[in-house]
T-cell receptor, first 114, second 115 residues
Framework: QKEVEQNSGPLSVPEGAIASLNCTYS??????FFWYRQYSGKSPELIMF??SNGDKEDGRFTAQLNKASQYVSLLIRDSQPSDSATYLC??????????????WGLGTSLAVNP | DTAVSQTPKYLVTQMGNDKSIKCEQN?????MYWYKQDSKKFLKIMFS???????INETVPNRFSPKSPDKAHLNLHINSLELGDSAVYFC??????????????FGPGTRLTVT
C-alpha cells in the first residue's frame, strides 16, 4: 500500500457544485494532514491543514479527518473555474529519530466546468 | 516581498555538466527543504535542513549535494547531470521540522532540463 493515496482523476464538476477530494494514508501515527493546491507550472500552495478528527472549515473549503479510517478529504463548495488545479494531500509522518517529514500523494486533478 | 525565492527559474544543460540551484527564504524559518517533482507530478523530498544541520537525506544519488551557509539559504549542487535528473526542483521552508502542524511554503521552482 502506498503511504498516501489519492485518486488521480481528473475529477470534473460543474461550476457551483461541491467538489469532493479524498486521500487515504497508511501510518496510523500520523498527526497532521495538509491540502495543497498546485496550478499547472506553479508551486504548491497551502489551502489548509487539519489535525483533529472531524471537520475544519475555511471559507468555501472544508477538510474532514477520520483517523480511525485513515482518511482525509477536502470539500470545495460553490466550485469556480479558478479552482481547476491539482490538489495534493500531504501527511506528516513521524520517522525514526523523532524527525518528521511530509509524505505526498500524487494529487487529484480537478476541472470545474463553466 | 518574495517569501521563498529560487534561481534560476529555468536551467537547460547537457549531460555530464555540473550545476547549482540557489534558494533563499526571508520568512525567518528554521527549516528548509529540497523537493523533486518529476514528469508524473510526484513530489518527493530530497533533503531537509534544520538550522543549517542536515536532518533528512533521502535515497538520493551522491551527485546531489546540498549546502546551507545559513538558515536563510539552502543551495543544491548537482554533479555529472543525467537525463533522469530532468524535473522541477522546489525549495520550501517551514518554521520548525519537529512540530507536526507547521506548514511548508514553496519557492517558484527550477525547471531543469538535461539534454
Amino acid at each position: 500500500q502506498k503511504e498516501v493515496e489519492q485518486n488521480s482523476g481528473p475529477l470534473s464538476v460543474p461550476e457551483g457544485a461541491i467538489a469532493s477530494l479524498n486521500c487515504t494514508y497508511s501510518d496510523r501515527g500520523s498527526q497532521s494532514f495538509f491540502w495543497y493546491r498546485q496550478y499547472s507550472g506553479k508551486s504548491p500552495e497551502l489551502i489548509m491543514f487539519i489535525y483533529s478528527n472531524g471537520d475544519k472549515e475555511d471559507g468555501r473549503f472544508t477538510a474532514q479527518l477520520n483517523k480511525a479510517s485513515q482518511y482525509v478529504s477536502l470539500l470545495i463548495r460553490d466550485s469556480q473555474p479558478s479552482d481547476s488545479a491539482t490538489y495534493l494531500c500531504a501527511v506528516n509522518f513521524l520517522r525514526p529519530g523523532n524527525n518528521r517529514k511530509l509524505i505526498w500523494g500524487l494529487g487529484t486533478s480537478l476541472a470545474v466546468n463553466p | 516581498d518574495t517569501a521563498v525565492s529560487q534561481t534560476p527559474k529555468y536551467l537547460v544543460t547537457q549531460m555530464g555538466n555540473d550545476k547549482s540551484i540557489k534558494c533563499e527564504q526571508n520568512l525567518g524559518h528554521d527549516t528548509m527543504y529540497w523537493y523533486k517533482q518529476d514528469s508524473k507530478k510526484f513530489l518527493k523530498i530530497m533533503f531537509s535542513y534544520n538550522n543549517k544541520e542536515l536532518i533528512i537525506n533521502e535515497t538520493v544519488p551522491n551527485r546531489f549535494s546540498p549546502k546551507s551557509p545559513d538558515k536563510a539559504h539552502l543551495n543544491l549542487h548537482i554533479n555529472s547531470l543525467e537525463l533522469g535528473d530532468s524535473a522541477v526542483y522546489f525549495c520550501a521552508s517551514s518554521r520548525q521540522l519537529l512540530t507536526p502542524t507547521y506548514e511548508q511554503y514553496f519557492g517558484p521552482g527550477t525547471r531543469l532540463t538535461v539534454t
